[in-house]
């Protein structure tokens, strides 16, 4: 139910500082001023120092400051209180054990965001970029989530409605003025407006896969023959010794999957065991859960090492592939004073995890093929990053070249409209204009207790 009282540790519970409690309903400062003996609503928005107790106890638990919201101006539009209590286990969840016996309840997940958007102080787009920003590992996801938060794919999308709209008054002078002759509307113009609209669209429905992978991290699939230097490289890439290594080929036998940020971009970096035939039944399931891995890569990083040609089994490896691949030519260090130098071709990197060469290169590569689009623009700009945005401009997508085939069709014109109809309204769930429980508890079944 809106409105009653709910209360969470905004902050995680563990050794800190200090821990931040969320008290947010109509009644949220009665509730409060239960357990803080100094509560003043006024003035608002102030930090003020109070001690809190256990108002049935009497037992004095903490010295908190507080700060101490009106409806509509806190996070979620409704009266709040926000408690910054000293950290640790036992105080805030005292303190918290306090405010629940004055009469709040516990918040479910996302509960305050969700008040936020029922009060209109957020849409759906911004509510789910709460989520995101909270998420974010790399300055990237960081950026598209600030940005949506900012209202840019929001705006975006009100841009794309406000287009649909005006062709569609364009549409309805034509229902309005069915006698004249081609219409007070030159028929160019309106097929203009559906060639421009239908551009737009497509142009904001492109950014969908990289915005996706922006948000879960491409799949980077470290890939090659047995010693190639694989897991040195994966431990290199993220700076720790994560993955074993020996100079006895076939070290790894599982996938160890790590996240690593490359020029500001998520990563999901897999090492792989090394692909060879085996008779050990274990390698031979490694090598298995090699391939999978490798059919859902984003980029695959092969690896071989620099001072040899590669075999004819590793080039069949490598046309099969379907993902983009980035050669790296490992060991550069052992080429030093080998006549020759380096097997390799334009376009591979090649690195050496003794010396460190070539890493910072392998990095921006990585970026470029995992984000080919987005590593080459400065700023990320709305981008849509769910499958749920996806989906939205598809069905809006098709809706006006529904539009445009039925139009064509000698269709009468007012049914033909229906499609624009559909279009708007598929941009507005998106944007959550009209939103139901279903959407809403999927779109907040991922956030944190607090939030
Ligand atoms: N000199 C030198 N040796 C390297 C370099 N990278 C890896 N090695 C050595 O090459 C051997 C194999 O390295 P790994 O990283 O275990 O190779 P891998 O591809 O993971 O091997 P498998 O797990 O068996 O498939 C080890 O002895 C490493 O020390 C490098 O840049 N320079
Ligand atoms: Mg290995």
Known sequence: MLSDVIAALATPPGRSGIALIRVSGRAAHDVAAAVLPAFRREPWRTARLSKAIHAARGELLDEVLYVAYRAPSSY????????????????????????????????????????????????????????????????????????????????????????ILELEALVCYEIDFPEEDSG???????????????????????????????????????????????????????????????????????????????????????????????????????????????????????????????????????????APVLMVRTKADLLKGVSGGARSAEGDVLVSVETGEGLVALRERLAEHGFTKLAGRGDVGPLLTRERHRLALERAFQEVTEFERVRGSGVEVVIAATHLRAAVTALEDLIGVVTTDDLLDRVFATFCVGK
């Open 184 to 322: 007070p509307v030159p028929p160019a113009r309106i097929e203009g407006a559906i060639a421009a609209l239908r551009a737009s669209l497509e142009d904001l429905r492109g950014t969908a896969a990289e915005g996706e992978r922006l948000r879960e991290g491409a799949l980077a699939v470290i890939a090659g023959r047995p010693n190639a230097g694989k897991s040195s490289l994966f431990n290199a890439l993220l700076g720790n010794e994560r993955a074993i290594v020996t100079h006895i080929p076939g070290t790894t036998r599982d996938a160890i999957e790590a996240p690593v940020t490359c020029k500001g971009f998520p990563f999901r970096l897999i090492d792989t065991a090394g692909l060879r035939r085996s008779e050990d039944v274990v390698e031979r399931i490694g090598v298995e859960v090699s391939r999978r891995y490798l059919d859902a890569a984003d980029v695959v990083v092969f690896c071989a090492e620099a001072e040899r040609a590669l075999t004819g089994e590793e080039q069949v490896f490598l046309a099969e592939v379907s």
């Open 76 to 163: 979620t539009g409704e009266d709040m209180v926000e408690i910054s209590t000293h950290g640790g286990l036992l105080v805030p969840a005292e303190v918290l054990g306090a405010l629940l016996a004055a009469g709040a309840r516990v918040a479910e997940p996302g509960e305050f965001t969700r008040r936020a958007l029922a009060n209109g102080k957020l849409d759906l787009l911004q509510a789910e970029a709460v989520g995101d920003l909270i998420d974010a590992t790399a300055p990237a996801q960081r950026q598209a989530a600030l940005g949506q938060l900012d209202r840019g794919l929001s705006g975006r999308i009100g841009q794309l409605r406000d287009q």
